[in-house]
Nanobody, 121 residues
Framework: QVQLVASGGGLVQAGDSLRLSCAAS????????LGWFRQAPGKEREFVAA?????YYADSVKGRFTISRDNAKNTVYLQMSSLKPEDTAVYYC?????????????????WGQGTQVTVSS
């Protein structure tokens, strides 16, 4: 079993930066596919970024967000810059053994509890 705890969310202004963290416990996730998803009110959960050995991003965040992982700390990060009001959502980290469909929530077995990011205009 893997437990994930996400943190780092908050209320920021448009153009600001935030770094989300997701600490894993129970098992090392160095060989796992790690991802970030987000869900805004009334919308479906959507892919944001994934780290599978390479980094992949949704078009909406490419160039602004960076996913990284620290295997020594068993932690994955999402550095967000140039934030926009449309980035407002609950952000979830996830881990799983890759089947190649890293953009889909079903490809992840373990999920963090979510951290709220609110970007004001």
């Amino acid at each position: 079993q893997v437990q994930l705890v996400a943190s780092g969310g908050g209320l920021v202004q448009a153009g600001d930066s935030l770094r989300l963290s997701c600490a894993a416990s129970g098992r090392t996730v160095s060989s796992y596919q790690l991802g970030w998803f987000r869900q805004a009110p009334g919308k479906e959960r959507e892919f944001v970024a994934a780290s599978t050995g390479s980094a992949y991003y949704a078009d909406s965040v490419k160039g602004r967000f960076t996913i990284s992982r620290d295997n020594a700390k068993n932690t994955v990060y999402l550095q967000m810059s140039s934030l926009k009001p449309e980035d407002t959502a609950v952000y979830y980290c996830a881990a799983g053994t890759s089947s190649g469909n890293f953009r889909h929530p079903n490809d992840y077995r373990y999920w963090g509890q979510g951290t709220q990011v609110t970007v004001s205009s």
